[in-house]
């Protein structure tokens, strides 16, 4: 369904997450939008609907078509561009250019592997499976494959006739082979498509269509939205020129050789650099457009950012507001602006399109400043080592990398920019996020959690374990199984986060769960982006702070005179002791806590033994003391 699919921008940001990072779990995504027209038959049955359609929007007219290529208006999220698609009508194919604001980008499909050319020029095959089920879904709909006899080999079962507006519609629930369900809302008087809705990670996406104009014989809808549930967000496109043309070969549709020549190591193929561990998030310094340093945190599951504050330090210019989202179920908005250079030891990345977001709203999570990341875009042009036993990042051109003495390789594959890899958990295989930008060691998504159970029984209060760009990301903790990656030693008893969220990154049906430096700290890890895969090499030395968890039993922030309790769990010592959400501390053990970092005061609180007993100074309450012991 879909000739003349229009497609939207989409900016995904998963970000940061006390436990699943920032930015950008799904860089671009075609949202797919459709065509149809009219007729005045009475639909019954799935066949009787589609042939309605078909019908309607010229029927016989669309035989013998074999290319689609149309030109579109863009607008929304602050931004307004151009989108050129071009679509083969007999299987789906397509390939797709973009230019949005600041920012150039394509994606496509050529029936084997879906792709993605994000802003930075990097080119990287979406294997995953949430991107290949999504193209799936959107080349079905594009080669109207729901016309076919079979239904193009899809399960298509009626949802019955449904009103919204006044309207009444007959809508479908689809399930290509090899996608994933989305329902399609035919209106019932004039078997239009009108609506197609679809879950896109954490997200369900609505696509409307109107305005419907006769081509060469068939009905294209000339104008399309796409909607998250946010006006603030919606999208629009405008179908400005449509043209039919002969068949493109299979190759015309393949991801395209990536050529970009913007990243350099000054004097060599490797530089290394050192980093600070806080919160078992990775901050190096850096340089942008010649100032700095700056200390960046350092996400896999990121993209490059830059925050309003240095944005307008360094003279720069934002455009736009998309929706960021990430662990926690809100969001945070995202601009775009360009970077002419980054520099992180003797390497330089040049060119770039920034995500610009109010990371530093987060400063007082982190208790160090944020003024922005390194993500995805500066990963894919080398090969990334995280040594977290010497505490060093090294970068390495791709071109004089050896693997030899890296460890064992773990394949993974792209979603957007993050990266996933299968594992399994107590036995149970799934896709997990691989995350530097998680402070956690394991968290297992909401739906992964209840499909098999692993929350029946469980004792263990729920908790704010983390935080996100989203707020605040609740779980219940506790002492988990064995988590195994293919050819790797078992890692028993790891710290595992049962995820409560209700949206957000860990209410994402498509994953297991998300990895974070907890589990990731006891190696030398290496990416080789380019090849999509992870090498793991155990640290020799011991591991500091490994598999512990809050012996205290509450969340606090920084503020202006110490810490502002957020989170307290019930039946925990901090509960027994009378602290409340709101409580202000002002000092620990007799110091000031403001001369108290607070992520060293939150390793105190998970790595000192049971039995300790912590002062806290806290406003209007005096001395609180509390025991600390296990919770999990």
Request: aromatic share 8%; with cysteine.
């Amino acid at each position: 369904m879909r000739p003349a699919h229009i497609a939207a921008v989409v900016w995904s940001y998963h970000l940061f997450p006390a436990k699943k990072g920032v930015p950008m779990r799904r860089s671009l995504i075609v949202a797919f939008l459709a065509s149809t027209a009219a007729t005045q038959v009475l639909a019954a049955t799935p066949a009787d609907i589609l042939a309605a359609n078909k019908a309607a929007e010229g029927g016989a007219a669309w035989d013998g078509k074999q290319t689609l290529i149309t030109e579109n208006d863009y607008s929304g999220q602050g931004l307004t561009g151009k989108i050129t698609q071009h679509s083969d009508l007999k299987n789906g194919w397509f390939a797709d250019n973009f230019a949005v604001g600041p920012a150039t980008s394509a994606n496509g499909y050529d029936g084997a592997h879906a792709w993605n050319k994000d802003p930075s020029g990097a080119i990287t095959l979406q294997d995953s499976a949430e991107p290949h089920a999504l193209a799936v879904n959107d080349a079905y709909r594009r080669a109207n494959l729901w016309w076919r006899a079979d239904f193009g080999g899809a399960s298509v079962v009626d949802d019955g006739t449904k009103t919204d507006n006044g309207t009444s519609y007959d809508v479908l629930t689809v399930m290509p082979k090899d996608g994933k369900h989305f329902d399609a809302w035919f209106d019932a008087k004039t078997h239009l498509l009108s609506r197609v809705v679809e879950t896109q990670g954490p997200q369900t996406v609505t696509a409307t269509m109107t305005d419907y104009r006769e081509v060469d014989g068939v009905e294209l809808p000339f104008k399309f939205a796409v909607s998250t549930g946010e006006a603030k967000y919606d999208q629009h496109a405008t179908l400005t020129k449509a043209t039919f043309a002969a068949a493109d070969p299979q190759s015309f549709y393949a991801a395209p050789k990536m050529t970009v020549a913007d990243a350099a190591i000054a004097g060599g193929s490797e530089t290394t650099f050192p980093f600070h561990l806080y919160n078992n998030h990775i901050y190096a310094d850096v340089d942008v457009d010649g100032k700095g340093p700056y200390q960046f945190i350092f996400d896999t599951g990121g993209v490059n950012l830059l925050t309003p504050p240095l944005v307008k330090e360094l003279g720069l210019k934002s455009e736009g507001q998309m929706e960021g989202q990430g662990a926690g179920t809100g969001h945070m908005d995202v601009g775009l602006t360009k970077v002419s250079s980054l520099a992180l030891g003797k390497a330089t990345v040049k060119d770039q399109i920034f995500a610009v977001m109010a990371l530093n709203s987060m400063s007082n999570i982190e208790g160090v400043p944020m003024p922005g990341m390194v993500g995805f875009e500066t990963f894919r042009r080398f090969v990334t080592r995280v040594d977290y036993g010497t505490g060093t990042i090294a970068l390495i051109d791709p071109k004089s990398f050896d693997p030899k003495g890296c460890g064992t390789a773990v394949p993974f594959k792209f979603d957007g920019n993050t990266i996933e890899a299968v594992a399994t958990y107590d036995g149970i295989a799934g896709t997990f996020t691989i995350d530097t930008g998680s402070r956690a060691s394991l968290t297992l998504n909401v739906p992964f959690v209840k499909a098999h159970g692993l929350d029946k029984n469980v004792k263990g209060g729920e908790a704010v374990t983390g935080w996100g760009v989203g707020g605040p990301s609740r779980a219940i903790p506790l002492r988990g199984g064995t988590l195994n990656f293919p050819s790797m030693p078992a890692i028993h008893g790891p710290v595992v986060e049962l995820s409560t969220d209700k949206g957000g990154a860990f209410a994402d049906a498509s994953m297991a769960g998300n990895i974070g430096a907890g589990i990731l700290k006891r190696y030398v890890v290496t990416l080789d982006y380019e090849h999509a895969t992870m090498y793991l090499k155990p640290v020799t030395a011991p591991v500091a702070d490994l598999d512990t968890f809050d012996r205290a039993g509450m969340w606090f922030n920084v503020n202006d005179e110490g810490y502002t309790i957020v989170d307290v769990t019930k039946g925990t010592p901090a509960d027994e002791a009378g602290l409340k959400a709101g409580d202000e501390i002002t000092a620990v053990d007799g110091k000031p806590a403001t001369s108290l970092p607070v992520y060293d005061v939150r390793r105190e609180l998970r790595d000192e033994a049971p039995g300790t007993v912590v002062t806290f100074a806290v406003k209007g309450k005096g001395d609180v003391k509390v025991g600390l012991r296990d919770l999990i």
